[in-house]
């Protein structure tokens, strides 16, 4: 689900060496420790025998001391990320699963010093013999590193939709709305909206029109079948998403209300104007109950996400 290139290498390599083998990369370190990455690092654990992981440090997406501990970058001006260089074992003998062997190389390093380690060190024996290996037992969460301490679960929730936390601070949260077609719904010009969205719906709804034509005798789970292969896909006439192509099946035609257009804050100071339609928003999410229209008033705290820096 991450999709990132290096960590569907890795997925690849592991099930192409099979039950037994040495797959070997130097990537970008983040997966060690990132939040979204916990369930990568389980399967690894999962995966393999042995996993040598010798971290060389270089996040320059920090600053100041930080920074400076983070040392020189290995790949030079065209690097701005932490790199790890990971050699993880299949071997089927071993009796013990996800030994995790893991060495920091060190703060305040230049580039050509981390280097001259790399040739001092020579191989996985060459930190062996120092006896430099850290051996890490992940918890249960998947973290290797900067394990997470317990207690914050302790702590009152921000919101819970679920029901389950009695406690929580506030009783509704939402994300902003997610229209999947930007370019129509939101504008600077109002008038541009209006006309962006007058042409879209007309050109929506001929698209109802000829698909009902095409399929009156034909049932629900026909239609379906055969939606995404009859609607027109040119962008410039409308942005299909799931929810849309679930309604042109459903042949339920769209009707432009100007009534609708609203303001918004499209992205921090850019005001715009949009068409707040739960039709042609892909998923307006909690929006029509925190702001149910133009007039209603409401104060927002807005968090940055987990995990954010």
């Not at 979204?36 to 996040?59: I, T």
């Not at 929580?168 to 504008?187: I, M, P």
């Not at 999410?285 to 229209?293: E, L, N, R, T, V």
Request: aromatic fraction near 12%.
């Amino acid at each position: 689900a991450l999709y990132d290139s290096y960590i569907r290498a890795i997925r690849w390599a592991s099930d192409r060496i099979g039950d037994s083998g040495v797959v070997g990369f130097v990537t970008n370190a983040g997966y060690l420790d990132s939040n979204s990455a916990d369930g990568l690092r389980k399967c690894l654990a999962e995966e393999f025998s042995s996993l040598y992981v010798f971290h060389l440090r270089g996040n320059q997406r920090t600053s100041g001391e930080l920074s400076k501990k983070e040392g020189g970058k290995i790949f030079g001006s065209g690097s701005r990320a932490p790199i790890a260089i990971s050699l993880l074992v299949k071997n089927p003998a071993n009796e013990q699963q996800g030994q995790i062997y893991f060495h920091d190389i060190g703060d305040y390093l230049t580039r050509e010093e981390k280097l001259g380690k790399l040739i001092e060190f020579g191989s996985i024996e060459g930190i062996t013999g120092q006896t430099l290996w850290q051996s890490v037992t992940p918890d249960q969460h998947g973290d290797w590193l900067n394990q997470r301490d317990d207690g914050f679960q302790q702590y009152i929730v921000m919101g819970d939709k679920s029901g389950v936390e009695s406690l929580k601070l506030f009783e509704n949260y939402s994300a902003g709305v997610q229209t999947n077609r930007d370019a129509w719904c939101y504008n600077p010009s109002r008038t541009s909206v209006e006309a962006n969205m007058k042409r879209m719906i007309d050109f929506y709804n001929a698209e109802v029109d000829r698909f009902s034509e095409a399929t009156k005798e034909k049932d629900r789970k026909s239609r379906e079948t055969m939606a995404d292969g009859f609607i027109n896909m040119d962008p410039t006439k409308v942005s299909w998403s799931s929810s849309l192509i679930t309604r042109i099946v459903n042949l339920k035609t769209g009707e432009f209300d100007a009534k609708k257009i609203t303001r918004s804050m499209y992205r921090p100071f850019s005001k715009c104007w949009l068409y707040f339609d739960a039709m042609f928003n892909h998923r307006p999410y909690q929006m029509p109950k925190i702001f149910p229209d133009s007039a209603a008033e409401n104060l927002v705290i807005a968090t940055t996400a987990i995990g954010s820096r």
